[in-house]
């Protein structure tokens, strides 16, 4: 039987382990939303890492065949590095491609929330290099010589030094981290076709991020442009996480793109 309630799959990004995103998780089932909030592979802490980009697209790709076997519509919700693991492992998951083969449900949106959409074959560290800034990176995480690595900074990195929450909600926010595997910011799309060429995109735009700048946000979104994608955007006044500094606003930004709202940049 086909569920009728909204179904979000949270693709996390590096460093975060699904109860990073309690906060924002609670939010959208307030809002009557079933939240997934899978964890990567490569956030197991292993030393040296024993999972890459590769592992965690195969562990989100089969957690959402799993959720659309019984024909639900699913939303993928990806933060920064979550969306190179959803680019990667979501293609061929929309409605309409799964419609084609006789299958009901499917991937109905991809929200990319302050989130890398780079093309097949291109990685973060492309974009990156693209604006100028590699020689930044070990100023800004410390990687070990296994490549596990850790940001130096998490609080002003990704939460902002305004962040308008307390102090003690930003130590217990960034107290979650853990170690991940830096190689993954190396390593390309190896989808033969990124799943936002097919499914329809939302950027949510994260204005004062410091660790994926919003100039790299608004390249990400002119370049799917460019490749005749419409892509509808919205902006946040916050830092990287805006599942911590502005859950509502999140929230209902993910509600509105649920019912099919258009959205005013």
Request: net charge negative.
């Amino acid at each position: 039987m086909a569920i009728s309630k909204k179904t979000i799959l949270f693709i996390g990004g590096g460093w975060h382990p699904p109860k990073s995103y309690r906060k924002l998780a609670a939010a959208l089932e307030a809002l009557g939303f079933d939240v997934h909030v899978p964890a990567h592979p490569t956030m197991n802490e292993s030393r040296p890492p024993n999972a890459d980009l590769s592992t965690d697209t195969a562990n989100i790709r089969s957690y959402a065949e799993d959720l659309l076997q019984d024909g639900r519509e699913v939303i993928a919700l990806m933060h920064s590095y979550g969306g190179q693991v959803g680019t990667n492992a979501l293609h061929g998951l929309g409605i309409t491609d799964r419609a084609k083969s006789g299958l009901t449900g499917g991937v109905s949106n991809l929200i990319y929330l302050a989130a890398c959409a780079v093309p097949e074959g291109k990685s973060m560290i492309d974009m990156v290099r693209h604006h100028g800034h590699e020689e930044l990176m070990s100023s800004a995480f410390d990687v070990a010589d296994d490549m596990s690595c850790v940001c130096r900074d998490p609080k002003a990195t990704f939460v902002g030094v305004d962040s308008g929450i307390s102090d003690q909600e930003v130590e217990e926010y960034v107290s979650t981290f853990v170690r991940w595997n830096g190689n993954c910011m190396y390593q390309p799309i190896t989808a033969g076709r990124a799943a936002w060429r097919d499914i329809p995109v939302t950027y949510i735009y994260a204005a004062k991020d410091m660790t994926i700048p919003l100039v790299y946000q608004t390249w990400f979104v002119e370049e799917m442009k460019k490749q005749g994608v419409e892509v509808q955007t919205a902006t946040l006044d916050t830092g990287h996480c805006p599942n911590l500094t502005a859950t509502t606003e999140t929230a209902e930004l993910v509600r509105k793109i649920a019912k099919g709202e258009v959205l005013h940049g």
